[in-house]
Structure formats: C-alpha cells, structure tokens
C-alpha cells in the first residue's frame, strides 16, 4: 500500500509561515495591478479625448477659413450658377495642408467633385460607400451635411503612404447648392501615441510586479534561513538535553547500583557472613562433640532467613511484584507499610476504587513517583508524618503525597531541581501528564495527575485486579 507523505513539524512550521505571506503578496500585487492598470486607462482615456477634442477644434477652423475663401462667390450666386461652382471647386482644390490635408466637397447624390489628393475619386458617384470595416462614409457625410454639420470618423487610405488609417472628418453643408463640403484629419499619430502610453503602463505594471515578486522572494528566503537557523538551533538543544537526559540516565542508573550494592553489602553481606562463622563454629563443635552445635545451627538458619527476606526486600523495591499482581492501590499499601515500619514516620495511606483501571505505564510511573517522594521525605525533609492518597476522577488519576517536613531549602530550589525530582517531571512528561510540587517551611506536597487516556476501557477492568 502506498504510503502518504506526512509533513514534519519543522515543515508544517515553514508552510504555516509562508503560505499567508504568498497569498497577502499574490493580493497586494493583483490589486495593485488592477488600480494601476484603471488609473492608466483613465489617464490614457483622458489624454485620447483631450487631443481627439484638439483635432475636432482644428477640423472645425480649418473648414471655417475654406467656406471664407469662396463665401464671395457662395453668397451671391444661384443655385444653378455653374461658374460660381467652378469657382469654388477650384478655390477648394488648390487648398492643401500638411501631407495629408485637403478638402472635398460630395453633393448630396453622392457624386464627387473635390478630391485634390486623390482625383480618382473626382466625378464619380461613392453612394453606399463603406470603410473596411463596414462603416459607412458617403451616406453618412451627406447625412451629417444635410442636418448642419458634424464629425464622423472611419477607416481611409492616407495618401502619403497609401496605408488605410483611421480618420475624423468635419463636415458641413451648403444647402442652396447641395453640397457635403468638409475636412478630415488622420489621428493614426493619436493612436500610436496611446498605444505607447498603454505598453508604457504595461511595462510599469510588470516592473512592479517583479519588485513585488523580489521583494516576496527575499521575504521567502529570509524566513526559509530563519527556519534553518531555527532548526539548526533546535537540534542543538535537543542534543543537547538528549546528551543531558542520556548522562541522567547513566546517573540513576549508578545510583542504583550503588544504592543496591550498598544493600547487599550492608545488609546480605553482614548477614552471610555471620551465617558463615556460626555454621564454621557448629562444624568445629559438632567435631569436638560439643552439644552447643545445635545452637549455632539454629542462629545460621534465622540468619539465611534474614537474608531472604532482605532479598526479598530489595526486589520488592526494584520492581514490587505486588504491582503486577494485584495492583497499584496494595502496591503503594505495601509501600506505605514497609516506609513506616522501617523509618517510623506515621504514615497514612488513602486510596478510592477506580471505576476504570490504569494502564500498566500509568501505574509504573504513579509507583515510582511515590517511592521517589517517600525516599525524598526519609533522607531530607525530618517529617513526623506522612499522607499519600491516589483516586480517580473524570479527568484521569491522581497521587497526592504531602508531609509536614521542612520543605526544600531555599538553596536547594535556588541551585536547581534534583535529580529524583526530574526523574519525576520526565515520568509524568511521558505520559501527557503534570507534575505539581508546593513547598512551604511547614511541608511539601507532591500531586502527580495521568490523563484520562491512561484510563483502561472498562470491558478490560474485568481482567485485572482492583486498585
């Protein structure tokens, strides 16, 4: 089956980290593309209707300064004056500007009469003339003529260059002999003019977003270092404590040994020895046929059962079989027991039945706290009494040990925890457990308290022993 990819700590770190960066600099970029890309336009739109309005203006003084160069010949004449029309197709024709520039003049049946720059058009008739775009020109023309005047705007070659261009015209009409008289510009330069503003926006918005993009990545870089030093330093800690924790590890470990050794040799040591010299000396009496050889036996016999039972002892301290067989309520009864008897401390003992049963590591972890505490109580605190109590609750267990002692000296809490107390605070760690420890001048009292996780099912209570 395959296996799904799973992120570590130090990568959820790093995703939780940049992810809303990526996505706060992809907003700001896009809305600043977005507003800068509206304000051009608007300025760009503006900039367009300004030199389009220019051209309008032009447009509208050049054909005023053409109608007043044959006005003369216009006013006077009739309708049907032949000569005066001749008169101002020939003023008009010879009235170019620029390379482009010129009048024409169209009647209103379509037939042209003035096109100096482009005299193909000059005598035909262009009714229902359309741009390459489908945009009428002489139709409207005559139109916009026939109602006064007025701008169109359409596709037309450009005689310079013989390029189709885009062109506004102005137009106006001589009623008396039917005539579209008018005037165009080419606004290609307009154009172009506009079409460089926009690519020039364009290559700003692009530009920003790379500054966005460099700034991004500089702030991704940084945290993407700030993430290894971090790590690098957290693995340097954890080192560390692991090299801490390793080097407690052989400390509990050598004391207790020692501690054990010191109980086999202050205590089965002494005994078998004695029980050596007393069975040595039965032997010499019972070779000397003295009756007191008996006595010497009887004296080695209780010495080997003071020996058991001080093995017997040690055990129990190393790993109280009573905790596996019956449980940890008698186990720390024992504990209890055995802690009055042999430093008489009074010593009381509370325990409440468990609905639920704690699991096996719970149960080490709550025995090896209290046989901690106690032999805390017995080597420093000179108490006069003792109360452990264990009960469970809806949160998980509880071991509460409290004794009326001195409490920890000031010193001892200003050089730092000691070693059983640690020893303490990691069992319970380990767990998912806390560790509470309240010290005053009149007693201490530790509460150690293992979740509710601990807690066995209770179709599996049945099968152990009662706490």
């Given at each position: 089956?395959?296996?799904?990819?799973?992120?570590?700590?130090?990568?959820?770190?790093?995703?939780?980290?940049?992810?809303?960066?990526?996505?706060?600099?992809?907003?700001?970029?896009?809305?600043?593309?977005?507003?800068?890309?509206?304000?051009?336009?608007?300025?760009?739109?503006?900039?367009?209707?300004?030199?389009?309005?220019?051209?309008?203006?032009?447009?509208?003084?050049?054909?005023?300064?053409?109608?007043?160069?044959?006005?003369?010949?216009?006013?006077?004449?009739?309708?049907?004056?032949?000569?005066?029309?001749?008169?101002?197709?020939?003023?008009?024709?010879?009235?170019?500007?620029?390379?482009?520039?010129?009048?024409?003049?169209?009647?209103?049946?379509?037939?042209?009469?003035?096109?100096?720059?482009?005299?193909?058009?000059?005598?035909?008739?262009?009714?229902?003339?359309?741009?390459?775009?489908?945009?009428?020109?002489?139709?409207?023309?005559?139109?916009?003529?026939?109602?006064?005047?007025?701008?169109?705007?359409?596709?037309?070659?450009?005689?310079?260059?013989?390029?189709?261009?885009?062109?506004?015209?102005?137009?106006?009409?001589?009623?008396?002999?039917?005539?579209?008289?008018?005037?165009?510009?080419?606004?290609?330069?307009?154009?172009?003019?506009?079409?460089?503003?926009?690519?020039?926006?364009?290559?700003?918005?692009?530009?920003?977003?790379?500054?966005?993009?460099?700034?991004?990545?500089?702030?991704?870089?940084?945290?993407?270092?700030?993430?290894?030093?971090?790590?690098?330093?957290?693995?340097?800690?954890?080192?560390?404590?692991?090299?801490?924790?390793?080097?407690?590890?052989?400390?509990?470990?050598?004391?207790?040994?020692?501690?054990?050794?010191?109980?086999?040799?202050?205590?089965?040591?002494?005994?078998?020895?004695?029980?050596?010299?007393?069975?040595?000396?039965?032997?010499?009496?019972?070779?000397?046929?003295?009756?007191?050889?008996?006595?010497?036996?009887g004296k080695s016999i209780e010495g080997?059962?003071?020996?058991?039972?001080?093995?017997?002892?040690?055990?129990?301290?190393?790993?109280?079989?009573v905790l596996d067989d019956l449980g940890?309520?008698?186990?720390?009864?024992?504990?209890?027991?055995?802690?009055?008897?042999?430093?008489?401390?009074?010593?009381?003992?509370?325990?409440?039945?468990?609905?639920?049963?704690?699991?096996?590591?719970?149960?080490?972890?709550?025995?090896?706290?209290?046989?901690?505490?106690?032999?805390?109580?017995?080597?420093?605190?000179?108490?006069?009494?003792?109360?452990?109590?264990?009960?469970?609750?809806?949160?998980?267990?509880?071991?509460?040990?409290?004794?009326?002692?001195?409490?920890?000296?000031?010193?001892?809490?200003?050089?730092?925890?000691?070693?059983?107390?640690?020893?303490?605070?990691?069992?319970?760690?380990?767990?998912?457990?806390?560790?509470?420890?309240?010290?005053?001048?009149?007693?201490?009292?530790?509460?150690?308290?293992?979740?509710?996780?601990?807690?066995?099912?209770?179709?599996?209570?049945?099968?152990?022993?009662?706490?």
């Open positions: 089956m395959r296996r799904a990819y799973r992120l570590s700590y130090g990568q959820k770190i790093f995703v939780l980290a940049t992810v809303p960066l990526v996505v706060a600099v992809a907003a700001i970029a896009l809305l600043v593309a977005h507003q800068s890309r509206a304000l051009s336009e608007r300025e760009i739109a503006a900039l367009e209707s300004q030199l389009i309005d220019a051209k309008k203006a032009e447009l509208r003084n050049y054909l005023t300064i053409a109608k007043k160069s044959f006005y003369d010949v216009y006013g006077p004449a009739l309708p049907d004056d032949a000569a005066a029309k001749l008169k101002a197709t020939q003023t008009l024709s010879s009235m170019t500007y620029g390379n482009d520039g010129y009048f024409f003049v169209f009647d209103y049946d379509g037939t042209n009469l003035v096109a100096p720059r482009q005299t193909g058009l000059i005598n035909r008739n262009w009714a229902g003339l359309r741009d390459v775009e489908g945009t009428p020109v002489t139709d409207r023309l005559i139109e916009l003529a026939r109602m006064g005047g007025g701008y169109h705007s359409y596709l037309w070659e450009k005689p310079s260059t013989g390029e189709t261009a885009r062109m506004i015209t102005y137009v106006t009409g001589l009623q008396d002999w039917r005539w579209a008289i008018g005037t165009g510009v080419f606004i290609d330069d307009v154009l172009d003019g506009v079409a460089a503003a926009r690519a020039t926006t364009e290559a700003r918005v692009q530009r920003t977003f790379l500054w966005i993009g460099a700034i991004a990545f500089g702030a991704l870089l940084l945290v993407f270092l700030t993430g290894i030093f971090l790590n690098i330093r957290e693995r340097r800690l954890a080192d560390a404590k692991l090299k801490e924790l390793t080097q407690r590890i052989f400390d509990t470990q050598e004391e207790e040994r020692g501690r054990v050794a010191r109980e086999l040799h202050d205590s089965i040591s002494q005994i078998l020895v004695a029980v050596r010299y007393a069975l040595e000396l039965a032997a010499r009496r019972v070779m000397a046929g003295d009756a007191r050889a008996s006595e010497n036996i080997l059962n003071g020996a058991i039972q001080e093995v017997r002892r040690i055990s129990r301290d190393l790993r109280p079989g940890l309520g008698p186990a720390l009864q024992t504990l209890t027991d055995e802690f009055e008897r042999r430093t008489g401390v009074r010593t009381h003992f509370k325990t409440v039945v468990f609905r639920n049963r704690l699991d096996k590591d719970a149960k080490i972890a709550l025995y090896r706290i209290a046989q901690e505490a106690l032999t805390n109580v017995e080597r420093h605190s000179e108490a006069s009494q003792v109360s452990l109590e264990v009960f469970g609750h809806s949160s998980g267990a509880t071991l509460r040990i409290s004794d009326d002692g001195r409490g920890i000296a000031p010193e001892a809490r200003a050089a730092g925890t000691g070693l059983g107390i640690r020893n303490m605070q990691e069992r319970m760690e380990r767990l998912g457990g806390t560790l509470r420890i309240l010290s005053t001048a009149s007693g201490t009292t530790i509460e150690a308290q293992v979740p509710l996780t601990h807690m066995l099912p209770p179709e599996q209570t049945r099968k152990v022993p009662a706490e």
